[in-house]
């Protein structure tokens, strides 16, 4: 989960920049660098593995200079090795830069740049990054204005810190979409840079924050910010508080808030290390599994309970469609009260945010007395649930304070879908050019949760036309309908509002006698195989009385006649929808509740991890 920190000012930047780097250890890394502006060039130390490998290539190799960049590596193109590790240098050796995110369009960046006779030294998306500045600044271009027509040309969510040697006397930051964010600490003749408040919350505690599209060029004494148009910017200063809690709560009002803000990131942080985009390969060591154990899987189960049972749900849809594997999903607190049928060509899935969850335990031990293969998806490295299995998948989520699950449903659901991939791929079930297609859906996907993120103003505005109903109904179909599910899980943990979730075409079995003026319902109707059917879900409730929310696609129309709220959302590859769906379900529970004066992060009643029954 990669870190981002930059210094500029009268201290040597080194150890600023690698103290820095040490405070955001906690997200994750298999690489780490540091980039100096020394004696007039850009001096470059690199390593894989820890920080302390870099810092001892730094003692061998001294670095003292004024102005500087550093980085923490999760490898998305390329293996984890020195050559591609952050940050990476043009050509002309004068510019270099450090990058979280996916270039989505790398192939034929690099492509192009290659066919106009650029030497790529690595196999990094990034690097395409620092050429596109160079050849922008061969034309011409000081830095900021180099960057600006550069990060112009990509596809993506991004943050992006530049600098060289030419015009030392500045850094240019850049963010586009949430892959991270962009704090820029305003010191006393010095300026900080960084991916995360605690790099530097030492040294200042004045920063601003960058929204996606603006960047910042930054000198010794002052920043000035513009959008990626080139309109100037008036950011809001912060002071953040000392105290642990506010300062990681950041710029937000509750964690939660800040949770769902992080998924952009967390899901890039997911796919790191895992998927090769340039051959459309997903790779799981940690899962333990043989081509042969796989070939021989007749069944998987699933195992789980609340928000990780809905994950689950949508798990069993993308595992059936690219495995054709029967899949299960059963309540982790029911599963050891009957007497299961397991045997060695079973898998059992088990999936637990802190991995200690006692009644998905329970679960797990009584495939284990089966004979089963026993696999977890878990936040929490070396809890119980990762050492009980047979082999586990991380979902990288990072820390999540908030009780009310986000980023941990959205990554466990990803996790999933490079399961399911990873299987199909070892049991031969995939073509080539479809590998690829559903890698290049897993590129998209950050960014497609990004825009849904910049929406947020617009569903606050209906959280306050609707918190004062007492009952709301969801509906959805196809993969979609757990997230109905999810979508009423969160509004009833945090506003305490009673709500329930359905597969739509159940609704007239029973659900539609509760339908009248005073209930909502919130009908998922994207564009996709089921969404004539959603439709027909939408008239009868609208003939009924009732007020309806639709999540739908961007550009429809005919929905926006028929509903009387619409949040849209770009279109979305039919598999991946369901993480970029809950999204905005997440936030319109957040902003309810805030207005009902609840208390979000702690709801009543409700524990992080249950471990009693």
Known sequence: ???????????????????????????????????????????????????????????????????????????????????????????????????????????????ELEAAGVAFASDTDTETIVHLIQREQD????????????????????????????????LVAVRIGNAGGVAVGIGQGEMFVASDIPAILEHTRRMIFLESRQMATITRDAYHVQTLDGDPVDAELHAIAWDPVSAARGEYKHFMQKEIHEQARALTDTLRGRVDFQEGRVCLPELNLTPEQARRLTRIVTVACGTSAYSGLVGKFMLEALTRIPVEVDYGSEYRYRDPILDDTCAVLAITQSGETVDTLAAMEEARTKGALLWSIVNALGSQAMRLADGHIAMQAGPEIGVASTKAFTTSIADQYLLALYLAQERGQLTEDQACAHVE???????????????????????????????????????????????????????????????????????????????????????????????????QAKSRGGI????????????????????????????????VAVIPLQLLAYHIAVWRGCDVDQPRNLAKSVTVE
């Not at 859906?441 to 910049?454: F, I, K, N, S």
């Not at 993969?479 to 739509?504: D, M, Q, R, T, V």
Request: glycine letters at 10%; aromatic letters at 6%.
């Open 1 to 111: 989960m990669c870190g981002i920190v930059g210094y500029i000012g009268p201290r040597d930047a080194t150890p600023i920049i690698l103290n820095g780097l040490q405070r955001l250890e906690y997200r994750g890394y298999d690489s780490a660098g540091v980039a100096v502006l020394q004696n007039g060039a850009i001096a470059i130390r690199r390593d894989v593995g820890k920080l302390g490998n870099l810092l001892r290539r730094v003692d061998e190799a001294p670095l003292n200079g004024r102005i500087g960049i550093g980085h923490t590596r999760w490898a998305t193109h390329g293996e984890p090795s020195p050559r591609n590790a952050h940050p990476h240098l043009s050509q002309s050796g004068t510019t270099v830069v450090v990058h979280n995110g996916i270039v989505e369009n790398f192939r034929e960046l690099r492509a």
């Open 548 to 579: 309806v929310i639709a999540l739908a696609t961007d550009g429809d129309s005919l929905i926006r006649q028929k509903a009387d709220f619409v949040i849209s959302l770009p279109p979305l590859p039919p598999l991946l929808s369901p993480i």
């Open 139 to 170: 034309a011409g271009h000081d830095l900021t204005e180099a960057t600006r027509r550069a990060v112009s040309r990509l596809r993506g969510a991004h943050a992006i810190v530049a600098l060289t040697a030419s015009e030392p006397d500045r």
């Open 441 to 539: 859906d897993l590129a998209r996907l950050p960014d497609l949760v990004g825009q849904v993120l910049e929406r947020e103003p617009l569903i606050e505005a209906l959280a306050a036309e609707l918190y004062h109903y007492t009952d709301f109904l969801y509906l959805g179909r196809g993969i979609n309908y757990p997230i109905a599910l999810e979508g009423a899980l969160k509004l009833k943990e945090i506003s305490y509002i009673h709500a329930e979730g359905y597969p739509a075409g159940e609704m007239k079995h029973g659900p539609i006698a509760l339908i009248d003026e005073h209930m909502p319902v919130l009908a998922i109707c994207l564009q996709d195989a089921v969404y004539d059917k959603m439709l027909s879900q939408v008239e």
